[in-house]
């Protein structure tokens, strides 16, 4: 919620007082307030992620799926936001690893729960492009998800392929041989 309004769409994300004050925790110009940095993710941006019902964006319905009027974005369109608004402003070693703790999370939960498979398959996508640091060092800590999500009976065919991308992904970079 931003001013006691429920998000249904990007566009108010990064304009908030909420939203400012993560890029200063992210940049490393404003100490980490881990109770704001949380609720920002876990309450306002991160639900977007499993959000697939028809939605009203100006008394209009718009599916939150494919990419819309108001600021709905697609789910491919939020990880690329995501990560360039957020994940590679993240400067601060222990904001960037705390970060990727909670994304991993919210995203194992998104990805293993009774989600639509656009936003399960998503999820994983998250989490095979976290990084340990930017650019492209492969978040080592997502391995054992990224197995999860290939080899769990209740995983979805979708899931797994974006799973197995991210353990490519990490043996190019030669972390699974050192997990």
Request: proline content about 7%; glycine content about 6%.
């Amino acid at each position: 919620m931003i001013n006691n309004r429920t998000v249904q769409t990007w566009s108010p994300i990064g304009l908030s007082d909420d939203g400012k004050a993560v890029l200063e925790m992210l940049n490393g110009s404003q100490p980490i307030n881990n109770a704001v940095f949380d609720r920002f993710f876990n309450d306002i941006m991160f639900p977007l992620f499993a959000q697939s019902e028809e939605i009203k964006v100006g008394g209009k319905p718009a599916l939150p799926l494919v990419d819309g009027p108001g600021g709905i974005m697609s789910p491919a369109r939020m990880r690329f936001a995501f990560k360039s608004n957020y994940a590679v402003k993240a400067t601060n070693a222990a904001v960037k690893q705390h970060l990727n703790e909670i994304t991993l999370a919210k995203m194992d939960q998104i990805a293993s729960d009774n989600f639509h498979p656009v936003c399960r398959a998503n999820a994983m996508m998250m989490i095979a492009d976290l990084n340990q640091t930017e650019p492209g060092t492969p978040y080592a800590n997502a391995l054992p998800v990224l197995l999860k999500g290939v080899t769990a009976p209740t995983s979805i065919d979708a899931v797994r392929v974006a799973a197995l991308r991210g353990i490519l992904r990490h043996a190019q970079s030669g972390i699974v041989n050192s997990a």
